[in-house]
């Protein structure tokens, strides 16, 4: 399987990243949001989010590449040499996605190293992503991620895991969480769907046997 496919519009991805010889990513409440808050300026304006989780070494998220008709009215904002490529038809768009991914990791790492004394890389080499290709492994994936934390016996219930999407599915509040669009792949009404998904994510399922879910 490709793990390092190039990043398209209107498609979907399984986003997975870790750090170095198992070090921890994130030491406080403190990490995680300035992760978050990284995240939104990086890649929310060219990548809506379906889930995410913050593990101690690792992360993963499921996003969908926004439509060419948005990322040509987000790019040129962008004050990087890779941005003015893509206007000179010198780069193409998944180079202007891959440029911002890196920029995130990079952003966040720099700050992790000056909060923390320490030197060098913090993130493995080239993150890995894979495609979603139908509504059905898409459910089973944004089922993984948050269940991730109770895979790697991190929590007994996946529920209590603060630093996931996951509690994003069942409140009405503002989040960047592209949540209204999964919920309308269980049901129209907004309650039905929301029943429906807590009741999907209680499944039980032997993720190593599903073929691409676990990337880890």
């Known amino acids: 399987m490709n793990y390092h496919q190039p ?7 399984h986003v997975y990243n870790r750090s170095i010889g198992g070090e ?13 808050n990284q995240w939104e300026r990086y890649v929310h304006p060219f990548c809506k989010t379906y889930a995410y989780c913050l593990l101690p070494d690792h992360l993963h998220f499921v996003v969908a590449v926004r439509s060419e008709e948005d990322l040509a009215l987000e790019i040129p904002k962008l004050k990087t040499t890779v941005a ?6 010198e780069a193409i768009t998944a180079d202007v996605l891959m440029h911002q991914f890196s920029r995130l990791f990079s952003s966040y790492a720099q700050s992790y190293n000056k909060i923390y004394k320490r030197p060098g890389s913090l ?3 080239g993150f890995k992503r894979v495609l979603v290709k139908d509504n059905d492994r898409l459910l089973q994936l944004v089922q993984y991620v948050h269940q991730n934390p109770l ?7 996946y529920e209590d895991w603060v ?5 994003a599915y069942l409140r009405d509040q503002f989040t960047l969480v592209a949540r209204e669009e999964i919920l309308e792949l269980f049901d129209a009404n907004i309650e039905v ?13 032997d993720w190593m046997r599903i073929e691409g879910i676990t990337l880890e």
């Not at 990043?7 to 991805?13: A, E, G, I, T």
């Not at 003015?84 to 038809?89: D, V």
């Not at 769907?193 to 399922?205: G, I, P, S, V």
């Open 84 to 89: 003015q490529q893509w206007e000179a038809k």
């Open 7 to 13: 990043l398209h519009p209107d498609h979907v991805y």
């Open 193 to 205: 769907a929301r029943k429906d998904f807590l009741q999907f994510h209680q499944e039980q399922k």
């Open 24 to 36: 921890r990513l994130f030491r406080t409440n403190e990490n995680h949001q300035f992760f978050l």
């Open 151 to 157: 895979h790697h016996g991190l929590t007994r219930r």
């Open 123 to 125: 993130f493995q080499k």
């Open 163 to 167: 630093y996931s999407s996951y509690r």
